[in-house]
T-cell receptor, first 111, second 114 residues
Framework: TQLLEQSPQFLSIQEGENLTVYCNSS?????LQWYRQEPGEGPVLLVTVVTGGEVKKLKRLTFQFGDARKDSSLHITAAQPGDTGLYLC???????????FGKGTHLIIQP | NAGVTQTPKFQVLKTGQSMTLQCAQDMNHEYMSWYRQDPGMGLRLIHY?????ITDQGEVPNGYNVSRSTTEDFPLRLLSAAPSQTSVYFC?????WGGGSPLHFGNGTRLTVT
């Protein structure tokens, strides 16, 4: 059983549309991170959510941590081609063995 | 402001060859790690280090070796390359482990083993 399930796996929409991607688990986490990865580059941190129910905004991106701290969503308003990329969620088990990543959502925004 | 630097960016090996993927960071981070990224598998942890002289295995350590002689450098060695090791390899560092602190990634090494 995968620790983190991300959905959808692939999403292709037109510029200007809104979208939501999800990161779900049956486990409770103390924090959850979202990364974006562009082709040929490493992932870059977008946000860390810590508190159940927390909502964070980064320009047109809205991140929410579920009340039970088992899931998270990323909503993009008026998507732009520059939002194209692989969106990854990641959690820590609390130890030194690093982050566990979901498999990601491949997002393509067509002009 | 270099951050995490990985070399080479691309490499082609024949089965059985060995090589070292280099990783260096200039942020004085204690924690460094290596991941491999494969289609449909996501990012998987190979080895990690919580400080100079200390290394440990991650989820997929077989066929790889690491050492951490300095805070800055964390090379990954492929002992005898196999086609199953064809992948994109990422080195990452962070100020502290245990969650919350962001991982800083290099831009990856794309390795093909024929």
């Amino acid at each position: 059983t995968q620790l983190l399930e991300q959905s959808p796996q692939f999403l292709s929409i037109q510029e200007g549309e809104n979208l939501t991607v999800y990161c779900n688990s049956s486990s409770v986490f103390s924090s959850l991170q979202w990364y974006r990865q562009e082709p040929g580059e490493g992932p870059v941190l977008l946000v860390t959510v810590v508190t159940g129910g927390e909502v964070k905004k980064l320009k047109r991106l809205t991140f929410q941590f579920g009340d039970a701290r088992k899931d998270s969503s990323l909503h993009i308003t008026a998507a732009q081609p520059g939002d194209t990329g692989l969106y990854l969620c990641a959690v820590s088990g609390g130890g030194a063995d690093g982050l566990t990543f979901g498999k990601g959502t491949h997002l393509i925004i067509q002009p | 402001n270099a951050g995490v630097t990985q070399t080479p960016k691309f490499q082609v090996l024949k089965t059985g060859q060995s090589m070292t993927l280099q990783c260096a960071q200039d942020m004085n981070h204690e924690y460094m790690s290596w991941y491999r990224q494969d289609p449909g598998m996501g990012l998987r942890l190979i080895h990690y280090s919580v400080g100079a002289g200390i290394t440990d295995q991650g989820e997929v350590p077989n066929g790889y070796n690491v050492s951490r002689s300095t805070t800055e450098d964390f090379p990954l060695r492929l002992l005898s390359a196999a086609p199953s090791q064809t992948s994109v390899y990422f080195c990452a560092s962070t100020k502290s482990w245990g969650g919350g602190s962001p991982l800083h990634f290099g831009n990856g090494t794309r390795l093909t083993v024929t």
